[in-house]
């Protein structure tokens, strides 16, 4: 083999990791830079005692890990090169062979058990910390909120305050969230990097952990385990609110936004055009109520999320698109949402009824598209009193959270 071979490839090697330093050091404020160790979804960035052990946890095991690797590297670099084949030396000459030395071969044995324990200690008492409240906090200090994965989206249940959300967990700050993992149909995994690591949603069982999160704040969470077709846009957001307006939000998310049994608004904003309102509350009677509940205390039956506050909340398509309204009360994703789910978040379970994959297919017996249920049926003009519509359900006092509130 050309001897010259090997250095071209470690030189090509080199020159392509120099010239990757600058871009991995750009680190902007947004996203961008590959060590941006705080980006949405850093988990070098931790806001909670869970994330805290966890992120301890990975450092203790990378100076273990570096260390070993500096000592079995460098000692195994001196060999190489204190024992290479000199000018002069015979290469068919077998250097001096040893076998057998209790001292080297014991402490070897001790010493990388120690380094496995130094692992272990965290790992095992941060497992069982992740399920386990500790009990510096009392009881009546926890909130329990049920998470349910769908596919593609979280359902928020709030079980002592009896509503639901969606898409948007809303948490005190300083408190302990206790959070009971379900899921409706497949493995889901729940996973907001600044607060805490993963953890599945299982079928048949109810996984637990907690979250706590020291400061006011906003975070960004998806689903960690592949579940279908838009498990790429199975996202959430996560927001920490001091004591107070946190236990506003509840007692507003509590309140009722539409006449009882009916789906007109209660609270008109007055920059809203009456008239549209009323056609887009008509409209979405007759084409949404199935599937979408505006009850907070309950979920739809159809297992969509529940839209009693959506006017409020701060994404679309489960954190996928954001919920803003221009002044003129437009909002281009809502509306694009509405009339075209798929082309937003492809495979969604929205307007081809819940639990049935792939295009509607009539000779399909499995097929539980419900009939009348067909979006190409709404022309624009429909979907912007939908919109204008939506834009209505919530608190009059409701504040609409995004990363910039904190
Ligand atoms: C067949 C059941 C079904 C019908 C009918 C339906 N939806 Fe949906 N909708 C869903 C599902 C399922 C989702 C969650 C999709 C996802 O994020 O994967 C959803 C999501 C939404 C969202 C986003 C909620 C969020 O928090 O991300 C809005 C807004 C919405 N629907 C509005 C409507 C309107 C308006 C209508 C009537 C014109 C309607 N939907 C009809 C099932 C339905
Ligand atoms: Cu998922």
Same mark, same amino acid.
């Given at each position: 083999?050309n001897k010259?071979?090997p250095?071209?490839w470690i030189g090509?090697?080199l020159?392509?990791?120099i010239?990757?330093?600058?871009a991995c050091?750009?680190?902007?404020?947004?996203?961008?830079?590959?060590?941006?160790l705080t980006?949405k979804?850093?988990?070098?960035d931790?806001?909670?005692?869970?994330?805290e052990?966890?992120?301890d946890?990975? #450092?203790?095991?990378l100076?273990?890990?570096?260390?070993?690797?500096?000592?079995?590297g460098?000692?195994?670099?001196?060999a190489?090169?204190?024992?290479?084949?000199?000018k002069?030396?015979?290469?068919?000459?077998?250097?001096?062979?040893?076998?057998?030395h209790?001292?080297?071969?014991?402490g070897?044995?001790?010493a990388?058990s120690?380094?496995?324990?130094?692992?272990?200690?965290?790992?095992?008492?941060?497992i069982? !910390?992740?399920?386990?409240? /500790?009990?510096?906090?009392s009881?009546?200090?926890?909130?329990d909120?049920?998470?349910?994965?769908y596919?593609w989206w979280?359902?928020?249940e #709030?079980?002592?305050?009896?509503?639901?959300?969606?898409?948007?967990?809303?948490?005190?700050?300083?408190r302990?969230v206790r959070?009971?993992?379900?899921?409706?149909d497949?493995?889901?995994?729940?996973?907001? /990097?600044?607060?805490?690591?993963?953890?599945?949603?299982?079928?048949?069982?109810?996984?637990?952990?907690?979250?706590?999160a020291?400061?006011?704040?906003?975070?960004?969470g998806q689903?960690a385990?592949?579940?279908?077709?838009?498990?790429?846009?199975?996202?959430?957001?996560a927001?920490?609110?001091?004591e107070d307006?946190?236990?506003?939000?509840?007692a507003?998310?509590?309140?009722?936004?539409?006449?009882?049994?009916?789906?007109t608004? !209660?609270?008109?904003?007055e920059?809203?055009?009456?008239?549209?309102?009323? !056609?887009?509350?008509?409209?979405?009677q007759?084409?949404?109520?199935?599937?979408h509940?505006l009850?907070?205390?309950q979920?739809?039956?159809?297992?969509? /999320?529940?839209l009693?506050h959506?006017?409020?909340?701060?994404?679309?398509?489960?954190?996928?698109?954001?919920?803003?309204?221009?002044?003129?009360?437009?909002?281009?994703? !809502?509306?694009?949402?509405?009339?075209d789910?798929?082309?937003?978040? /492809?495979?969604?379970?929205?307007w081809?009824?819940?639990?049935?994959?792939?295009?509607h297919?009539?000779?399909?017996?499995?097929?539980?598209?419900?009939s009348?249920?067909?979006?190409a049926?709404?022309?624009d003009?429909?979907?912007?009193?939908?919109v204008a #519509?939506?834009?209505?359900l919530k608190?009059?006092?409701?504040?609409?959270?995004?990363a910039?509130?904190?």
């Open positions: 083999m010259w071979l250095r071209i090509i090697l020159v392509v990791m010239a990757s330093i600058p050091l750009s680190s902007s404020a947004d996203d961008g830079g590959f060590l941006n980006a979804q850093s988990t070098f931790p806001k909670g005692p869970l994330a052990q966890q992120i946890t990975f #450092y203790i095991t100076w273990v890990t570096s260390f070993l690797f500096l000592a079995v460098g000692t195994y670099l001196v190489i090169i204190k024992f290479r084949v000199k002069g030396d015979d290469p068919n000459e077998i250097p001096e062979q040893a076998h057998g209790p001292l080297i071969e014991v070897l044995v001790v990388s120690a380094l496995l324990i130094i692992i272990a200690i965290p790992t095992f008492s941060g069982v !910390l992740m399920h386990e409240i /500790p009990e510096q906090y009881e009546e200090d926890i909130v909120v049920n998470v349910i994965g596919q979280f359902n928020f #709030y079980v002592e305050d009896g509503f639901v959300s969606a898409n948007e967990l809303v948490i005190p700050a300083g302990p959070l009971n993992l379900i899921t409706k497949v493995i889901h995994s729940f996973w907001l /990097p600044k607060l805490s690591g993963k953890l599945d949603l299982m079928a048949g069982q109810i996984n637990q952990m907690w979250i706590l020291d400061e006011p704040g906003y975070f960004w689903c385990e592949y579940c279908g077709d838009s498990h790429a846009y199975m996202l959430f957001r927001v920490a609110l001091e307006a946190y236990n506003e939000w509840v507003q998310q509590q309140t009722k936004t539409v006449v009882e049994k009916s789906t608004p !209660l609270f008109l904003s920059d809203d055009d009456a008239g549209l309102v009323a !056609l887009g509350a008509e409209l979405f007759g084409n949404c109520l199935t599937c509940s009850d907070p205390a979920q739809g039956a159809m297992g969509a /999320p529940n009693a959506f006017g409020s909340r701060s994404s679309i398509g489960a954190g996928w698109l954001e919920n803003t309204w221009s002044e003129d009360g437009s909002n281009a994703d !809502l509306h694009l949402w509405i009339k789910p798929d082309s937003v978040k /492809p495979g969604n379970n929205m081809r009824g819940f639990m049935k994959a792939g295009k297919d009539p000779n399909d017996p499995k097929d539980v598209m419900m009348g249920l067909n979006q049926d709404l022309s003009s429909d979907v912007d009193a939908l #519509y939506l834009r209505n608190h009059p006092d409701a504040v609409q959270f995004s910039d509130t904190f």
